[in-house]
């Protein structure tokens, strides 16, 4: 399916019942907590060597820095140190986010990819690093990097272009897990695209879903909250679902791709 195809579906999309599709997160997350689970966990792990590798050579770096300022007479020398560490460390902060959006976009995509698995009841390996294989690393990595900086443009736009972002963000995810071959500028288009014409359905249900997942999860001694996170992600699975919908002929040929790469 072409970015022309999805584009015309959601153009011509009908109206969606919330009831529906909060029940069919209900059905779905009782087969995927697990996966959900596993996910998050997952991407805690990735997340500390990512981190290790950068505060690591920062803590030497800011160790020197004090060194070379307590022995040093000279303020303007400290000044340029000081300016100097700044400015790596603005740059190795940036590389950071970009690295832990890159680890997080991924492996919500395989995430939703087993969600579809699961709910069509179809065959296929629950793969969590589909997305960070050859074919599409470097386009996880751009579109995290992407991701990151839409981000932060709505966040330094005052608060409400977050609250708009975070709908067309979460359509992102989705789009490039079930169009991975699409460019980068056609899956935030459409994701922006999916994000407009359903916008308030999408986040009613998300903040609906998302506050009953914390609320459970903190029912559950708190810890269940890890358990119950990923319900609040499966409603945008089922908008998309109901909207663009799934190209079987090319969704056959990607499930024998991924049974047949290890």
Known sequence: ?????????????????????????????????????VTLLLNMVLAIPVIMIVYIPLLFLGFANALTIDNSYDSYDSTGVGVV?????????????????AIGLGLKAAFYRICKFKDLE???KEDYFYFFKKPYLGKTIKLGAAFTGIALLA????????????????????????????????????????????????????????FLAMMVGFLMCGFGIYVTSSFGQLPSYF??????????????????EQLSTF
């Open 155 to 210: 966040t330094l736009l005052c608060f409400i272009p977050i609250i708009y972002a975070v709908v067309p963000l979460s359509f992102i995810v989705v789009v490039y897990a079930f169009n991975p071959d699409l460019s980068i500028s056609e899956i935030i288009k459409l994701g922006f695209d999916l994000g407009n014409k359903k916008w308030l359905i999408s986040f009613g249900l998300m903040f609906v879903s998302g």
């Open 122 to 124: 179809q065959m296929g």
């Open 85 to 101: 560490f700044g400015f790596v460390f603005f740059i190795v902060y940036i590389f950071l986010i970009v690295a832990m959006s």
């Open 1 to 37: 399916m072409n970015s022309t195809q999805i584009k015309s579906r959601i153009e011509n999309a009908n109206a969606l019942d919330f009831g529906i599709i909060f029940n069919q997160s209900i059905e779905l997350f009782k087969k995927v907590w697990v996966q959900g689970l």
């Open 239 to 256: 908008i998309y679902k109901d909207v663009v919908g799934f190209d079987e002929e090319d969704d056959q040929m990607r499930r024998i």
